[in-house]
């Protein structure tokens, strides 16, 4: 580089400039905002940050960029279904016949992780919610109609 040696020593003694100051105490928020919340991003950041020094969303995103602050993500979702197992399975009790000719005689739903089971009453063409209570292990449907 062509600088002087007199250019050098006078840069060096300069004091830092008011965007370097000011870029400092933004930079003190967003690693205090980082460590109390760690999964926000450059928005949530920046709203935090601007409350106390206004100062624009790039200049938070590249404080962020530059020091390597970055939001810590979830994890990606991962299927937990276990089927190497030698448990008894349902048999296919309908074959994939689902024309019914009598009310109450198949009834379809899929009981997802939660407490409600969507069901589909073939012969009325309606659908019910119902509750699902866990006993000696079975599934077993306590048919009480949830209000909706």
């Known amino acids: 580089m062509k600088v002087s040696r007199s250019g050098y020593y ?3 003694d300069r004091p ?6 000011k870029h400092k105490k933004i930079l003190a928020l967003i690693r205090e ?10 928005d949530p950041i920046w709203a ?18 530059e020091h390597g602050i970055k939001s810590k993500r979830k994890g990606k979702w991962k299927a ?7 448990l ?6 309908l074959n994939q016949e689902f024309d019914v000719s009598t009310p109450n005689a198949v009834w379809v739903g899929d009981y997802p992780d939660e407490k409600v089971i969507p069901t ?23 048919l009480i ?3 909706s």
């Open 10 to 12: 006078d840069w060096l």
């Open 16 to 21: 830092l400039s008011t965007r370097a100051i």
């Open 33 to 42: 905002t980082h460590r109390k919340h760690p999964m926000w991003g450059v």
């Open 48 to 65: 935090e940050v601007k409350e106390s020094i206004p100062c624009s969303r790039g200049t938070v995103h590249k404080l962020m960029k």
């Open 80 to 86: 937990t279904t276990n089927s190497n197992h030698n």
């Open 88 to 93: 008894p399975v349902a048999p296919n009790l």
């Open 120 to 142: 589909y009453n073939r012969y009325a063409r309606k659908s019910n919610q119902y509750k699902q209570n866990y006993r000696n292990n079975f599934l077993s449907f306590a």
């Open 145 to 147: 109609r949830i209000a």
